[in-house]
T-cell receptor, first 115, second 112 residues
């Protein structure tokens, strides 16, 4: 069966510090991968998605970036964190299907607090 | 533009009572629809999905949802709520091969 991991589970960082959040998927190959952010009391905002190694699409201009160095690894980064980067970050994966009916499955999330 | 609305920000029900969470979508073609549940501090768990066929869909944890094309709705129901159902519920619609739009969520509180 497929599983998705995220780490760290929680993170407290000062403003201006760098960020690296990691997401890995097991039990599948060539998945679509997604990064979402969930601000307190709000819905999900799609940040990045990837259909393959080195292929990243950005949905929202910001000081965050994403990379996919391996097939099942998705990394969210920042060179300098802002206060507004605080939130709950969720990684998700989906299979590629010819009918496009791929369901997204979510990881446990990372709670980021920027002070 | 495609969108998903969940008119109820917060709902409180008594344990054992029935539940209906509303979801409306805006999309020109036949949508693929989902309901997810999120417990505090956790990721999202898929409750059920509708792609085609029978418009009444059964999911996990005793939930069901009904797709009504004429009303552009996909409401989630449960006949008898348990205290463990207290969580945030998200309706979502997939409108292209790669992207899903999520609603703002409905927070459910359950009174013992």
């Amino acid at each position: 069966s497929q599983t998705i991991h995220q780490w760290p589970a929680t993170l407290v960082q000062p403003v201006g510090s760098p960020l690296s959040l990691e997401c890995t998927v097991e039990g599948t190959s060539n998945p679509n991968l997604y990064w979402y952010r969930q601000a307190a009391g709000r819905g999900l905002q799609l940040l990045f998605y990837s259909v393959g190694i080195g292929q990243i699409s950005s949905e929202v201009p910001q000081n965050l970036s994403a990379s996919r160095p391996q097939d099942r690894q998705f990394i969210l980064s920042s060179k300098k964190l802002l206060l507004s980067d605080s939130g709950f970050y969720l990684c998700a994966w989906s299979e590629k299907t010819s009918g496009g009916t791929d369901t997204q499955y979510f990881g446990p999330g990372t709670r980021l607090t920027v002070l | 533009a495609q969108s998903v609305t969940q008119p109820d920000i917060h709902i409180t029900v008594s344990e054992g009572a029935s539940l209906e969470l509303r979801c409306n979508y805006s999309y020109g073609a036949t949508p693929y629809l989902f309901w997810y549940v999120q417990s505090p501090g956790q990721g999202l768990q898929l409750l059920l999905k509708y792609f085609s066929g029978d418009t009444l869909v059964q999911g996990i944890k005793g939930f069901e949802a009904e797709f009504k094309r004429s009303q552009s709705s996909f409401n989630l129901r449960k006949p008898s709520v348990h205290w463990s159902d207290a969580a945030e519920y998200f309706c979502a619609v997939k409108t292209s091969y790669d992207k899903v739009i999520f609603g703002p969520g409905t927070s459910l509180s359950v009174i013992p």
